[in-house]
């Protein structure tokens, strides 16, 4: 059967190994790891990037893209503490909520265009498959990064 919207199913099929690569990563961790800081400068925690993709996701996903009013601080998400228990709750929510989002902003366009959270300067420009793609490539990324992180510190115990 062809899917409506490949695009979308890609999204969602993507994003799902990304997250099942995030929880791996969570599952070598105990509540002291997951805080852990690598001594590399600029390095953040394990729980403070899954905190951050939490917050990239309800900004782009939820606020920007489905227009709900979803408070963020984006500072404070890199400076975030807590048990490996509360960031597989952050991780399952982030994972629950997006394909939701992802889904309306593919139907629906972009919903909240002036919600703020973000440091991008191109939102006013900003069509939903950038979106979609922008959060794949961020959910990515900061994968990569915790999965490094939590090399370094689990090594380093």
Do not use: K
């Not at 999204?11 to 001594?39: G, M, Q, S, W, Y």
């Not at 939903?128 to 939590?150: D, K, S, T, W």
């Amino acid at each position: 059967m062809t899917s409506p919207d490949p695009l979308l199913d890609a999204f969602d099929t993507v994003t799902a190994e990304v997250f099942d690569a995030i929880a791996v990563v969570l599952e070598r961790c105990d509540d002291h790891t997951v805080n852990a800081v690598p001594d590399a400068p600029g390095v953040n925690s394990v729980f403070a990037l899954v905190t951050h993709i939490d917050g990239m996701i309800g900004y782009w996903g939820g606020s920007f893209a489905a227009g709900e009013a979803i408070p963020r601080d984006r500072d404070a998400e890199f400076r975030a503490r807590g048990t490996v228990e509360q960031a597989r709750e952050l991780l399952l929510r982030a994972r629950t909520r997006l394909p939701g989002w992802a889904a309306a902003a593919r139907t629906d366009g972009i919903r909240g265009r002036a919600a703020t959270g973000t440091t991008r300067r191109d939102t006013a420009t900003a069509t939903p498959e950038f979106v979609l793609l922008h959060i794949l490539r961020e959910l990515a990324q900061h994968a990569g990064h915790l999965q490094i992180c939590a090399d370094l510190v689990i090594r380093g115990r």
